[in-house]
Each structure stands twice: as structure tokens, then as C-alpha cells.
């Protein structure tokens, strides 16, 4: 009888991190150059190398948990489905106010992002349901129909349907739905209920109209991975990582695209919170950086920080507290993240003023940093790494590192025009892509209240190792942590997630007169949605976990804080909670009266055979050859010096930097001022003297 093994595959946008699991927690792992024009193809590629370095067969596999940026990229390349709106009458600018609201109040130069939905296909309907759900104006579908034959003339290929109050009374959405499926069965339909039951007409159309939009491309995406993926011979199930960093069903994925944004890298701010339990700190800041964008996430008491809110835009993507309205709000479950254009294959360049900036511009996989040889002409972070010898010659058994060619580019387009030499234009690179990350943690602490110099930098991804201890020396942070195998952590971080499914009950009212029995009927219901959810996905609901939140906002505030509750909880003590919670996040608490908004529940099953972090060991990636020498260059104030460089694996004591670590994943650079050694976790622990940060 052949063994089982699971596989964790995440797509960046330079390359595709894999990761195979035997049942006894041996893990094999491997990375591919991702194929942006198909980016299944990358992962096809990766299992069949995996699969075969494991000496398995594409029968063995018996889980396939996956990954993708294909919705983000979706939405950063405006990529998407031709997608048209319908709603109420009077409501179809309701994209374009949005919040009434910018992202630097004295920022002249600033425009507002075009609304994916263009006002032509933004469609109006007369129909009217008050907030009780007491139907005002009947919905006529001879109507709905003529938009939707308009729309489809026009060559609209998904349609959001939101009309005013559907949360309440959801039959107008419901009805406008069919009537358009069975006249236009082309058109893909997002009727805002599904996505979003709750109150709030900004924010639910934003969330409906950026389904619409991504849905096309993610359900092909998935629809051709599931077929070559059955071509293989892998009839496994394939599970999607949602931005929550769990795992949901592929069929899910296909039609509620919007959970789906930042699959994968959520993942990794889950994984590095198990392993910090797993190693006694629970403190952490996740810092992932990878070939094109980096972000930062804050673990406190080994919690990972969650958000019922994001929003996705160009250069800095923030949290919910600070939506400024620069980008595409989604009002869904989501890990806390902070993410900036800048990776490593992030593009150098002087601007107009003449001044050296980085990102958010990538060289992607394709072509690439200059010195892949791949037709990359521009300079990357990558390029400045390799020119101040922190980067190996080799990256893998079969690419070579064309250091010249990097020296030339760099020397054309930044040393030269600044009057800079190679050594000092590189390092400016390295100094400016150091800056614009530290504002990603930032945005995650400082600006918070969270002092960073009380947590522990995790740091992983294929070039977090390179940039971590100056990350840290930056923001006056003393430790560093970097897990086995970080460049393929996060793919080891979904085989360690579990199935989840989310559902959300508008709730209105407040506090004060808070109707238990109501509160109770509604988690109970819930309930019975999220046990129907998973027998359907066939699933076992006995071992179900539930955990139920109440969103809670003051009278006349917008926003709301979901409070978790245990069934059963009196008003008494959700009010303590809710105060507790608000005055840690924003440091007061009003005397205002407390509105209740919606029931949220988060149910969850526990996959079998999830990735444990703290028995799971590495079955490859040790990099062979003994300790060699390398000249590296540390900045005008300690320049060229000759550092040792070692196998990860070969570090068995506390060394004194600088040094380079290598493994088959990544590179670990611990510079002047810092000590590193192996801790009984497998992780490699740096520890900064206080003269070495900032």
C-alpha cells in the first residue's frame, strides 16, 4: 500500500513555493519560476518535479491545498470581467462617493481610482425596500430584464445586482438574480446578498461589484487547474486558502471569489503565529517579502490580528483602521495585513525629480531581475544584492547569477546619473526597499500604539532572510527569528490550516435593549447554516468549532467592532468586552449609547494530517559543500569585508556576524552587530546589539 502525502502549493508573482507532506512529518519542498500568462502551468510543473524527487505517484496525493494571487493581480492589473451594475434607482454613484473621503486631506495631486463598474453599465431599477424589509415599491423584471439586455449588448460579462436594503428583505435581489440567469444564462451574476447580508450600501456594493469582477478569471483559473490536474491522475481535493488564512472548498472559491484576495499570504501569518506558540513567543510581527511585494502582520499572545474589512489599492495596502478610500473596499473576513509594492524583483529607477525610488514596478518571473539572464534589462533589489555579494552565485543546481550584467545596469540607470559608485547605488537600493517595508510594519504597530521594539521579527518568504536583521536595526527591534524553510513558509502554513466557512446575520438595535432571546436565535441559526455548509462539503460536523462575534459600534459611528461572544452572553458583558476592545484600539471610550449590527460566525473543521510546525522536519533542502568566504559590502561605514558563509544547517553554535547562511530556499544575512544561532524549534534566532539598531 502506497503512502498518502498532502501538498501545499502558493503562487507569488516571481515564483511558486511547493511543499509535499508525508503522514510521519517529513515535508520535502520546492520552488518554481511562476508563469504569469498561465499560472497553472507553474504549479503543474512544480508537482510533477516534487512528485517525483518524493518518489510518489500522482494517485498518492491526498490533498491539494493551494494559494493564488490570480484575484489580486486581477484587481492590480484591472484585469477583470467586463462588470455591470444594477441597483436601486438613485443609487448608482454609490461606488463613486464611497465614504466622501481621501487618502491625504492636503493632497492636491491625488485622484480618485476609477470604479471598476463604469457609469454607463451602472444600471438603475425602480424598486424600494425600507430597513424593516416591508416592500415599498415592487421590482418590475420586465425592467431588470431591459438592463440586463443592455448590458449584454454592451459585452458586460458579469453583473452585480445590489438594491437598497436587500439585507433585510432579500427577494428583489433574489428575484432580479433568476429572471437574468434564465434570460441571460452568459451573464455571471453577484447578487450582494451572497456576499455580503448586512447593512451598509457602500460597502456591500463595493464588495459585490469586486466579486463580479474577479469572479471570471478565478473560477477559469480554478476550472483548468482542476482538469490538468485530473489529466495528472490527482483526483484530490483541492481547497483554496481564503484571506482569513484558512481553508475553503474550490467550489466556494468559484463563486465567491471576493474571500479570496490575499489567498495565500494570509496563510503565512497563521503559520508564523503556530510556530511562535510552538517556540514561547507569541509576540511576532510576520514580515513576508517575496519577489514582489512584502507585508507585515501583528501576533499578539499568539493571535494573529483579524479584520472584517480591507482594502485593496496601488503602493501601500492598509488595514481597516486605516482606509484612507484610495482603492476597492471588501467587507469580508480577512488576516490584519499591511502590504507594500516592494520585493525582491522590485524595479529601481530615478524619478522625475531625479530622485532613487523602488517598486511597486516588479521584473516578476518574467523577465525577471537582470541577472536571471532572462531578458531583464532594469535593476532590481535582487540585482543590488547580488552586485553587494549578500546573494550567492548560484540560486538552485541550475541558475547561475550573472553578477556583471547587474553591475552594468545598475551603473547605467542609478550610479552614474547620481554620481554614485555601483558599491554606493546598490546600497541606496537596498536602503530605500528597507524604507518603503519598514512602512508596512509600521502601519502595523507604531501606528496603533504598538511599540515594535517589544515583539519578535518573524521573518520568511525568498527574500525576507535577506532584508530582515536591517528591517529590524531600522525599527530599534532586538530579536529576529527565521523558521525551517522560510522561503516556502507559507505554503507549509496552508497544510496547517483548517477548513473554514463564514457567515454573517444583519442584527440591529442596541445594547441596551438587547433581546437575548433574539441574539440567541440567531446564533442558532447560524449554526445550522454552517452545519448544513460543511455536510455539503462533506465533512464531519461533529468536531465543528464555532466562534461567534457581535458587531458593536457606538450610536451614530460607521464603523463597528466585532466582539466575540460565547453563547449565552448577557448584554453586561458584551458591553465590557466592546470597551475593552475599543479603548485598546483607539485609546478612549466614548459615553454614547452602544448599537448592535450583525452576528458573525466563523466555523471551522480541522483538516487530518495538518502540518504540524512543531514535529513537521525538513526531508531536503540542506545545502551541501563546507564553509566558504565571500566579500560582502555593509554601507560606507563598515564597506567591502570578507564574511564566512555556511550551510543553515552547519550553524550548531551562537556566531557573531557578519555571516551568510545559505539553503536551497533562501539566504540568511546577519550582518555586523548581530549573533545568530539554532534554536530546538529548527529556527535560526539573531539578536541585535544595542549599538546596531536604530
Known amino acids: 500500500m502506497r503512502t498518502p502525502v498532502r501538498l501545499g502549493v502558493d ?18 519542498f520546492s520552488k518554481v519560476s511562476s508563469t504569469p500568462q498561465a499560472p497553472e502551468q507553474a504549479v503543474l510543473d512544480g508537482i510533477s518535479a516534487l512528485l517525483a524527487a518524493a518518489g510518489a505517484e500522482p494517485g498518492d496525493v491526498a490533498e491539494l491545498v493551494h494559494g493564488t494571487t490570480v484575484g489580486s493581480n486581477t484587481l492590480l492589473q484591472k484585469a477583470g470581467a467586463r462588470t455591470g451594475l444594477i441597483t436601486t ?3 448608482r454613484d454609490v461606488l463613486e462617493i464611497g465614504r466622501v473621503r481621501t487618502p491625504g486631506m492636503f493632497d492636491l495631486s491625488w485622484r480618485k481610482p476609477e470604479p471598476l463598474v463604469p457609469r454607463r453599465w451602472r444600471l438603475e431599477v ?38 437598497l436594503n436587500s439585507f433585510a428583505n432579500p427577494d428583489h435581489e433574489t ?30 456594493t463595493s464588495t459585490a461589484v469586486v466579486n463580479a469582477y474577479v469572479l471570471p478569471a478565478l473560477r477559469g483559473y480554478i476550472a483548468r487547474l ?84 480591507y482594502e485593496f489599492r496601488d503602493g501601500i495596502s492598509t488595514p ?19 502590504e507594500v509594492g516592494a520585493g525582491a524583483g522590485s524595479i529601481a529607477a530615478l524619478d522625475a525629480g531625479g530622485l532613487l525610488c523602488v517598486g511597486p514596478v516588479s521584473a516578476g518571473a518574467v523577465p525577471g531581475p537582470v541577472c536571471y539572464g532572462a531578458g531583464g534589462t532594469r535593476p532590481t533589489v535582487t540585482d543590488a544584492n547580488v552586485v553587494l555579494g549578500l546573494l550567492p552565485p548560484r540560486l538552485g543546481p541550475t541558475l547561475a547569477l550573472d553578477i556583471e550584467a547587474s553591475r552594468r545596469a545598475i551603473e547605467r540607470d542609478l550610479a552614474e546619473p547620481l554620481g554614485l559608485s555601483v558599491e ?39 527574500s525576507g532572510p535577506v532584508h530582515a536583521c536591517d528591517l529590524a536595526a531600522r525599527l530599534g527591534m532586538e530579536r529576529v527569528m527565521f523558521p525551517p524553510a522560510p522561503g516556502v513558509f507559507t505554503a507549509a502554513g496552508m497544510l496547517a490550516g483548517s477548513l473554514e466557512h463564514h457567515f454573517l446575520r444583519p442584527f440591529a438595535g442596541t445594547l441596551e435593549a438587547l433581546d437575548t432571546a433574539a441574539l440567541a436565535q440567531a446564533t442558532e441559526t447560524l449554526g445550522r447554516q454552517a452545519r448544513a455548509a460543511f455536510a455539503g462539503d462533506g465533512y464531519d460536523t461533529t ?112 556566531l557573531a556576524g557578519p555571516l551568510v547562511l545559505e539553503s536551497a530556499d533562501t539566504t540568511i544575512i546577519v550582518p555586523p552587530g548581530a549573533r545568530a544561532w539554532p534554536d530546538n524549534a529548527g529556527n535560526i534566532v539573531a539578536t541585535l546589539a544595542p549599538e546596531a539598531r536604530a
Not at 424589509?133 to 459585452?155: C, F, K
Not at 481597516?320 to 499591511?338: H, N, Y
Not at 504598538?450 to 521573518?459: E, K
Not at 468536531?543 to 466585532?562: D, I, T
Open 11 to 28: 503562487i507569488g508573482g516571481t515564483f511558486t513555493d511547493l511543499v509535499l507532506q508525508w503522514p510521519d512529518g517529513r515535508a520535502l
Open 89 to 91: 434607482r438613485g443609487f
Open 126 to 163: 425602480d424598486e424600494r425596500i425600507d430597513t424593516h424589509g416591508t416592500v415599498l415599491r415592487p421590482l418590475d423584471p420586465a425592467e431588470v430584464l431591459a438592463a440586463g439586455a443592455r448590458l449584454v449588448a454592451e459585452g458586460v460579462e458579469s453583473v452585480a445586482i445590489c438594491f
Open 175 to 204: 428575484l432580479a438574480a433568476q429572471a437574468l440567469a434564465s434570460a441571460f444564462p452568459q451573464l455571471v451574476l453577484t447578487p450582494s446578498v451572497a456576499v455580503l447580508p448586512t447593512m451598509g450600501e457602500y460597502e456591500r
Open 226 to 309: 482542476e482538469q490538468a490536474l485530473r489529466a495528472m491522475g490527482i483526483d484530490a481535493p483541492l481547497l483554496i486558502g481564503n484571506s482569513n488564512g484558512g481553508l475553503s472548498t474550490a467550489a466556494m472559491a468559484k463563486e465567491k471569489p471576493v474571500f479570496f484576495i490575499s489567498s495565500g499570504r494570509a496563510a503565512g501569518a497563521v503559520g508564523a503565529a503556530r510556530l511562535g506558540v510552538v517556540g514561547g513567543t507569541g509576540d511576532l510581527i510576520a514580515f513576508d517579502m517575496g519577489g514582489t511585494t512584502a507585508s507585515a502582520t501583528l501576533v499578539v499572545a499568539g493571535e494573529v490580528s483579524r479584520s472584517h474589512e
Open 320 to 338: 481597516s483602521r486605516f482606509i484612507k478610500a484610495g482603492g476597492f473596499l471588501m467587507r469580508v473576513p480577512t488576516v490584519d495585513v499591511a
Open 424 to 462: 554606493e547605488a546598490a546600497y541606496g537600493v537596498r536602503e530605500v526597499a528597507n524604507a518603503n517595508m519598514a512602512r508596512a510594519i509600521r502601519a502595523v504597530t507604531v501606528e496603533r500604539g504598538v511599540d515594535p521594539r517589544d515583539f519578535t521579527l518573524l521573518a520568511f518568504g525568498g
Open 543 to 654: 468536531s465543528l468549532r464555532y466562534g461567534f462575534a457581535l458587531e458593536l459600534r457606538f450610536q451614530g459611528q460607521e464603523a463597528a467592532l466585532a466582539v466575540p461572544f460565547q453563547p449565552g452572553a448577557d448584554a453586561a458583558r458584551l458591553r465590557a468586552d466592546f470597551l475593552d476592545a475599543y479603548r485598546a484600539l483607539y485609546g478612549y471610550v466614548a459615553r454614547d449609547r452602544i448599537e448592535t449590527v450583525a452576528v458573525r460566525l466563523a466555523a471551522s473543521a480541522p483538516v487530518a494530517g495538518a502540518f504540524d510546525f512543531g514535529s513537521a522536519r525538513p526531508a531536503e533542502g540542506r545545502t551541501a559543500g563546507a564553509a566558504t568566504t565571500r566579500r560582502a559590502y555593509f554601507g560606507s561605514r563598515a564597506g567591502w569585508l570578507d564574511v564566512p558563509v555556511m550551510p543553515r544547517h552547519a550553524l550548531a553554535e551562537a
